[in-house]
Every structure is written in structure tokens, then in C-alpha cells.
């Protein structure tokens, strides 16, 4: 090519040039075959998903492995057998607490409260947390205060909730809401905080209003941190309603784990503060896993982001 | 015309301006590839356009329903299929459920992905993401689509192919497209107007017409990119001392 400009371009590169610089396809149809090959070429193949029983023989086999340890100690006899019961003791008492119908009241009770205070919890905190985080005064001026109940044990509450409201559920519950909801918020703003400005950008282009911006892009967006603060929210509740089952008996508290571990302390009877301890680690390794696991799996895995995990 | 600028300018704060008496007019219909090195105000300038960013100076006439917008990264929602990504653009513009359903169907169709509708964002190649983003961007139903270098971040066989399709539903829907690129090939490929932007900053110094020729004669496109690509390295130069 004899034009002066275009000497920028080297002759050989030339030819490579050209290909981009017109059409590369001959209609639509070729078009959208080419289109089709490129896409299967460049999308990864579907993988088939099957049982994976290490997940489940896994966890079982580190459960034996430690009640054998325990069994050994035991039977080694370095401590008084009614300080520290065998895993055969524990197990005889369990029976006996099932029959006459105990164990099943204590756990209902607590489970039940737990529950209860936790979607309160929720469905409190859900907005309030939405609120701050899109908000900037109020966050300002509310957050360090959120973190600050966050860190503050809502043991510490108990006394003042038996003055308030006596010995009764709503002392439970007053506990409960002051654990979990602060830790919602948190995880909600966290989450919040993750977001790739972008999403922002793309709902403002997109003609999202202010409420339709926070319910349909800023909350979807933030769930992975949301659902971290659930799953700490309800661990607060659950802690928290231990400790005030604990601390508040009688009156018209009802008959939870925690109160069943303060009877056992009182008879001295150390199978049962064990079978208490066991019963609210089970109660919260089945709510991990039948209850908060799967969602977060699956939350995950629809994002893409569960690849190479050790989930 | 759907778009005019007047002496538009905009700095960020007390620094120098980014934009500096930007002049241009984009008519109905029209294909305008806006060129420029990076830190230029391309993107800047598009963002105005968008109404994402108000400028300091100046006065542009934009559409009054606004513009349609693709970013460079798809910027698709992970937590929506493709589908549910096209159907929340038309949701937030106030369709109902059937429409929304109906048009996001065809959307999908018109940009060759029929059958990848329910898959999520990461199972997509870059190609694909970019498909679903314009067929997003379209389902606004906005005269003007405003384009931030959409192709830049994709491999050069996807990036062709695209070129292909989005000429192609260029014609078909009869959009007005300004489409932000540093890259002079895709700007004479696509372009049926190229302006040229300097830096620092950025003002419209120059700008080219693109003919249905220059399409199928590799040749005479050659030519036209080579005289542009002389043109932007002398502004590039300018900023060397």
C-alpha cells in the first residue's frame, strides 16, 4: 500500500490486521453457528454430583475416636467414676432422663425459645441493618454502639431483665434479642460493605429506585455476609438462653437445658450436667448441619463460588 | 438528535479538568465509536452521558427516558440466571410478569443464547456474559446505548464474533449507540463516525466517517486505521515531555 499513513503498519502485520478489521462471519446463520461452537468450546462441562460418604464417615469416625479416649481415661481411674462418669454412665442417664419424659421437655423448651427469639431477632434486625447500612448519618452515629452490644456478653443482662420482668419468659427472651440482634445487624452490614460498587452502578442504570436498589440488588447481593451474621446470631441466642436458663430458675421459667444442667448441679449428679452439655452441643451441631449448612452450600455454589473449597 | 454536548467540562474536586469543551452531536440511529487513550475522560464522558456523573460546565441534551449502559465487566448479578438478569432490567422498568417472561425469551434469542437462559453467571464463558449483558441492556428499551469498552477484557476470536453481533442487532433494532474504545481496529470496525478524544484533557480533536466500503474492503479499512492510529500516537506524544 503506497499511502504514507499507513507505514505504521508493517506488512506482514498486515494480513493479520485485516481479519478484525471486516466482517469475519458470512451472515446470520453463520454467525450463530460460530457463536454455538465458540460457547460449548469455552463453558465448562456439567459435573455429575454423587454421594460423597467422607462427609459423613469423616465426622462419625473423629466422634468414636474421642469417646474411646474418654472410655480409656476413664478406665484408668485417675478421678472418682461419679466426678467424672463414663461415656456408659452418661448414656445409662440419658435413658433415664428419656423416660420420664425430662429430656424431651428440656430440649423442646429450649429449642422452642431459642427459635422463637431468633426469627424475632431476625426480623428485627433485618431492617434496622439495611438502614444503617444504606444510610451513612445514622451509621455514623448508631454503629460503634451495635459493636460495642455486640461485644458486651448478654449474660450481663440477665440481673437487669430478672428487676424488669421477674422471673418469666420475657427475661429469656429480653437476653436472647439483646445477643443476637446486634450480631445480625453486624453480619448484615458487613455483608453490605462486600458489595462490588459496580451492582450499585448497574441498578442505578438500570432505573432502580432507592427501596428497589436495597430489596432487590443490595440485599441479594450482601447474602453470603448476611447469612454469616444469622448463623453467629443464632449462636448468640442459643448461648444467651443457656446462660439465663441457667441464672433465672422458677417462677414461670419453664424447664429448658440450661435448667436441667443448674439441677444437676444442685443434685451433684454429674451425669446429668453431662447429658445437659452433650444435649445443647448436639442441638447445635444439628442446627449447623441440617439448618445453616445446606443454605450456605447451596448459596455458594449458585454464585460459583464454592470451587475449590473445602466445604 | 438525540444527543448534543456543548462545551462540556468536568473536573473531580480543585485537580485538572478531565474533560475540556467537549463539542458533539450524535443523530437517531447513528453508530459513533469514541476514541482515546486511556486516561482520556472516555469513561467520564460516558458516565454524563448516563447521568451517572453531572458535569461542571457545559450543557448536554440527552434523552429524557435516559440511556441504556454496558460496562466493560458484564457486571451481571451471580445470585439471578441469565434469564432472571434480563428479566430484573425489564422489571425495574415496570414490565409485567408475562412481558417480562415473553421479552426476555426473544432478548435471549436475539443475542444467539436460547438455550443458556437458566444457566448462572460464573457456568457462562466472557463471551456469553457479554451477550447476556447487551441483551440486558436492551431490554431497558432505551433509543441511546451508552457502551464503556465492552469487548476489552475478551479473547480476540469472542471479540470478532461479537463485532459481528452487535452490528448485526445494531441494524436490527435501530439503536443510537456511542461506544467507548481504546482500540482503533474495533473503532473503525464498528463505528460509522470515529472521534477522536485528546488527553488530559479530553476534547474532541478529530473525527473520521466510516463507510459501508471500509466494512468489506479490508484494504481500504487498513488505510483508515492507520491514519488514526497516526493521530492518536502524535496526541499520546504530546504528553511525553
Known amino acids: 500500500m503506497p499511502n504514507k499513513s499507513t507505514s505504521l503498519v508493517e506488512p506482514g502485520e498486515t494480513r493479520h490486521v485485516t481479519a478484525a478489521l471486516t466482517r469475519s462471519s458470512n451472515g446470520s446463520a453463520d454467525l450463530r453457528e460460530l457463536e454455538a461452537g465458540l460457547d460449548s468450546l469455552q463453558s465448562d462441562a ?243 448441619l441440617l439448618v445453616f449448612g445446606p443454605i450456605e452450600k447451596r448459596l455458594l455454589r449458585r454464585r460459583g463460588l464454592l470451587a475449590g473449597s473445602t466445604r | 438528535m438525540p444527543v448534543v454536548l456543548e462545551n462540556l467540562g468536568k473536573r473531580f474536586g480543585d485537580g485538572a479538568p478531565v474533560l475540556d469543551d467537549v463539542n458533539a452531536t450524535i443523530g437517531q440511529g447513528e453508530f459513533v465509536a469514541l476514541l482515546g487513550a486511556s486516561g482520556c475522560g472516555k469513561s467520564t464522558l460516558l458516565n454524563i452521558m448516563a447521568g451517572l456523573e453531572a458535569p461542571t460546565s457545559g450543557a448536554l441534551e440527552v434523552p429524557s427516558d435516559g440511556a441504556a449502559f454496558m460496562f466493560q465487566d458484564a457486571a451481571l448479578f451471580p445470585w439471578l440466571t441469565a434469564r432472571e438478569n434480563i428479566e430484573l432490567a425489564l422489571k425495574l422498568r415496570g414490565a409485567g410478569k408475562a412481558e417480562r417472561r415473553a421479552k426476555a425469551g426473544e432478548l435471549l434469542d436475539l443475542v444467539h443464547l436460547g438455550g443458556a437462559g437458566d444457566k448462572r453467571p460464573h457456568e457462562l464463558s466472557g463471551g456469553m456474559r457479554q451477550r447476556v449483558a447487551l441483551a440486558r441492556s436492551l431490554a431497558q428499551d432505551r433509543q441511546l446505548l451508552l457502551m464503556d469498552e465492552p469487548f476489552a477484557a475478551l479473547d480476540a476470536i469472542t471479540r470478532d464474533l461479537l463485532h459481528d453481533e452487535l452490528e448485526r442487532i445494531w441494524k436490527e433494532t435501530g439503536r443510537t449507540i456511542v461506544f467507548v474504545t481504546h482500540n482503533v481496529r474495533e473503532a473503525v470496525r464498528l463505528g460509522q463516525r470515529v472521534l477522536l478524544l485528546s488527553s488530559r484533557p479530553g476534547r474532541v480533536v478529530r473525527e473520521w466517517h466510516v463507510s459501508e466500503e471500509h466494512r468489506t474492503d479490508a484494504g481500504l479499512a487498513g488505510q483508515l486505521t492507520g491514519e488514526i492510529t497516526a493521530r492518536l500516537r502524535e496526541e499520546i506524544r504530546r504528553h511525553a515531555k
Open chain 1, 46 to 288: 456439567v459435573r455429575a454430583s454423587r454421594i460423597d460418604w467422607s462427609r459423613i464417615l469423616l465426622p462419625v469416625a473423629a466422634l468414636a475416636v474421642l469417646v474411646i479416649i474418654w472410655q480409656l481415661y476413664v478406665s484408668l481411674g485417675f478421678k472418682r467414676q461419679d466426678l467424672v462418669p463414663g461415656p456408659l454412665d452418661v448414656l445409662g442417664q440419658f435413658g433415664n432422663l428419656w423416660a420420664d419424659g425430662t429430656l424431651q421437655e428440656a430440649v423442646w423448651t429450649s429449642l422452642q425459645r431459642g427459635l422463637v427469639g431468633f426469627l424475632i431477632s431476625v426480623a428485627i434486625a433485618t431492617p434496622v441493618g439495611l438502614l444503617l447500612a444504606q444510610v451513612a448519618p445514622l451509621r455514623r452515629a448508631f454503629g460503634p454502639l451495635i459493636s460495642g452490644l455486640q461485644v458486651l456478653p448478654s449474660v450481663a443482662w440477665v440481673p437487669a431483665a430478672i428487676i424488669w420482668f421477674g422471673l418469666t419468659d420475657a427475661t429469656v427472651y429480653f437476653v436472647v434479642f439483646m445477643g443476637a440482634i446486634p450480631s445480625i445487624i453486624n453480619g448484615l452490614i458487613s455483608g453490605v460493605d462486600q458489595i462490588p460498587p459496580q451492582y450499585r452502578s448497574v441498578g442505578t442504570v438500570l432505573g432502580a429506585s432507592r427501596l428497589q436498589l436495597a430489596l432487590q440488588i443490595i440485599l441479594p447481593a450482601a447474602l453470603p455476609g448476611y447469612l454469616g451474621g444469622l448463623k453467629q446470631g443464632w449462636a448468640f441466642s442459643w448461648r444467651s438462653l443457656m446462660a439465663a436458663e441457667i441464672i433465672a430458675v422458677g417462677g414461670s421459667i419453664g424447664f429448658g437445658l440450661g435448667s436441667m444442667l443448674n439441677q444437676g448441679r444442685d443434685l451433684s449428679d454429674m451425669t446429668i450436667v453431662m447429658s445437659a452439655i452433650l444435649l445443647i452441643l448436639a442441638v447445635g451441631i444439628l442446627i449447623e
